[in-house]
């Protein structure tokens, strides 16, 4: 069963021992995946209650509905509600002040003719800028639109979602203020140069689901003209988590990463960077497949072993990783017994990790668990206390490292709202970052 869908369903249950439990086996038996339950009022006689559902498709839900409705004695469902949808309604960020204007003397200190003196300092002295402004505590979020989440090419303000999304964990986890940028070109020249005309007012540049190959040249291109650390995430946090992840399950099933035989199903921007860091960490027989007689190429420059089809990396690897984009792509019978399958695309994976499972592999994990989540943030916290200019290899295995360490046996990442893990990845990482300084 492949969940698409998650609604609220409003159920009024009358008080009547049994009743709760006869709601909960119509979802069960009707094989729909039971989230969180909310009491939302408790009458005389009957309790409201709102029962978090994922589904398949609508006609799943309607079944469901249906079946409830029938259950009869008073048990009604009063409303089908969408929260993931009321959780966008007027978008999820908007830009606050941090002082409060309540008096004249407020808005001559905050504005006119106060400001005048700030900016004459800043005029004098251009470092004041990171005391005096929240320019160093701000990262532009740009998209181009071309490769959000695996949903393709959606255009950027079809994809402002995923990035007011980011912004929100930025400033959730640490404290960073993240601001969407959407570019209405992926022209590698034009991205180049609006970026390099707008980040005078940021600390830090996060590129997200910007698609391959461009964003290859574009990160390259900013990194090498700008002072301020560049990063794409879906190449670079995505290797972080994903060698994080790789090494928990290499620690937990006792296998040496660098004479694993790894697999790297599609070589796009998330692909081809996984790739370039598990070689950079040692693993010496690095596996690759893509459409793309391109992406190919790319892997063989860097390194990598072209194979011809999925099913030889199935075939070959110990460790298999697919970022492709494309739900279902790995099948239960070209699992192979023990193998480590991380199938990480969003929405949905190659292959589900209960299937995987089933099929014989000792540890899969899907994107919702090994996701980027749990590097970005810490990685730009890190290199902004540190005032870093870029963001190095060194820092971002520092990163790596600084995950695993906040790993619990067992487990192949942590729980992304451990607030632990995005300070251990902050510390790691400024410290990599000031070590990098010194040498
Ligand atoms: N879990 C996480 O943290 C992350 C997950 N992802 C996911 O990875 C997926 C890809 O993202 P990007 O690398 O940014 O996109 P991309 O467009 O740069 O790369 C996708 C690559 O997959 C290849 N591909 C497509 N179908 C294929 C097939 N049948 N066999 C082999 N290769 C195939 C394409 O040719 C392309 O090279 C998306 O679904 C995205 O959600 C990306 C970044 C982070
Ligand atoms: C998580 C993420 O960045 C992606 O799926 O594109
Ligand atoms: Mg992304």
Not at 211 to 235: N, T, W
């Amino acid at each position: 069963m492949e969940y698409s869908i998650i609604r609220n369903l409003i159920v009024e249950i009358p008080q009547v021992p049994g009743n709760f439990a006869k709601v909960v086996s119509v979802i069960g038996s009707e094989q729909a995946d039971l989230g969180d339950i909310e009491t939302l009022k408790i009458g005389t006689h009957s309790t409201i209650r709102d029962i978090s559902v994922q589904f398949e498709d609508e006609t799943h839900i309607d079944r469901v509905v249906e079946k409830i409705n029938q259950l009869g004695g008073g048990i009604t469902i009063h409303a089908v509600s969408d929260d993931v949808l009321k959780a966008h309604e007027g978008g999820k960020i908007h830009m606050g002040s941090r002082r409060e204007i309540r008096s004249l003397g407020d808005l001559r200190r905050v504005y006119t003719p106060g400001v005048a003196n700030v900016c004459k300092a800043i005029e004098k002295d251009p470092e004041k800028a990171n005391y005096f402004t929240s320019i160093g505590n701000s990262v532009a979020i740009v998209t181009d639109g071309t490769a959000i989440l695996g949903l393709g090419d959606i255009g950027p303000v079809a994809g402002m979602p995923v990035m007011e999304g980011k912004a929100v964990l930025f400033d959730q986890f640490v404290g960073i203020s993240g601001v969407p940028i959407l570019l209405d070109t992926s022209d590698p020249d034009e991205v180049v140069e609006t970026i390099k005309h707008i980040h005078k007012g940021y600390g830090g540049i996060l590129l997200e689901d910007i698609g391959s190959p461009h964003c290859f040249e574009i990160e390259d291109r900013l990194k090498a003209e700008l002072d301020i650390p560049v990063m794409h995430d879906d190449q670079h946090g995505t290797a972080v988590v994903t060698l994080a992840a790789i090494l928990s399950a290499c620690r937990t099933a006792g296998v040496d990463l660098a004479k694993a035989k790894v697999g790297q199903i599609g070589l796009g921007a998330a692909g081809l960077a996984i790739c370039r860091m598990l070689m950079a960490y040692g693993v010496e027989e690095m596996y690759g497949s893509d459409l793309s007689d391109d992406a190919k190429d790319r892997l063989e420059k860097s390194g990598g072993t072209v194979v011809s089809s999925i099913d030889e990396i199935m075939e070959k690897s110990d460790i298999v990783v697919a970022t492709t984009g494309v739900q279902g792509l790995i099948k239960k019978e070209q699992v192979r017994e023990g193998q480590i399958i991380l199938a990480l695309s969003n929405p949905h994976p190659e292959i589900k990790p209960d299937d995987a499972l089933e099929a014989g592999a000792a540890f899969a994990a899907d994107g919702r668990l090994v996701n980027n989540v749990l590097g970005f943030p810490g990685i730009f916290r890190g290199a902004l206390n540190a005032r870093a200019k870029d963001i190095t290899y060194p820092m971002l295995i520092a990163a790596a490292q600084a995950i695993v360490e906040s790993t619990r046996d067992g487990d192949l990442v942590p729980h992304p709202l451990d607030p632990n893990v995005h300070v251990a990845v902050t510390e790691a990482v400024e410290r990599a970052a000031n070590t990098g300084l010194v040498q």
